[in-house]
């Protein structure tokens, strides 16, 4: 595959795309020094449906995601975190609103106020 740190993701066909996942659940799983089957069984899926994952074939995206689990690669879904983002106008507001100054206390003038009398 490419080695450039650049990858055009969008000019990548699907297969391409499967088998740069592939390679990255293979090299990982060999780190670990962990066989298919060890992995397979942690996963709770077939070996051979980790072999077609590694060689970049079609599986389900739960089987995937079995495979990330065992092997303790599940940060990579931080990518699909949806983050609140305050926009543009809603800033603009936020700050206009800030206080700039401190006010002096403001004094209760109670007019019926007991004196004791």
């Known amino acids: 595959m490419n080695d450039n ?10 297969k391409s795309l499967l088998e740069i996942i592939g390679n990255f659940i293979q090299t990982n799983r060999l ?14 899926i077939s070996r051979s449906t980790l072999s077609l994952l590694e ?7 739960d089987s995937f995601i079995q495979v990330l689990r065992a092997l303790d690669l599940l940060y990579i879904m931080d990518v699909f975190k949806v983050q609140d983002q305050i926009s543009p106008i809603e ?17 209760k003038n109670n007019d019926n106020e007991d ?3």
Do not use: C, F
Not at 31 to 44: L, R
Not at 95 to 103: I, L, Q, V
């Open 55 to 61: 060689r970049g074939e079609k599986v389900r995206i």
């Open 115 to 117: 004196l004791g009398w």
């Open 5 to 14: 740190p650049y990858i055009k993701w969008r000019e990548m066909s699907d």
């Open 31 to 44: 780190n670990q020094n962990k066989s298919q089957d060890q992995i397979a069984t942690a996963a709770g």
């Open 91 to 107: 800033y603009a507001k936020l700050k206009k609103n800030k206080r700039k100054h401190a006010a002096p206390k403001k004094i």
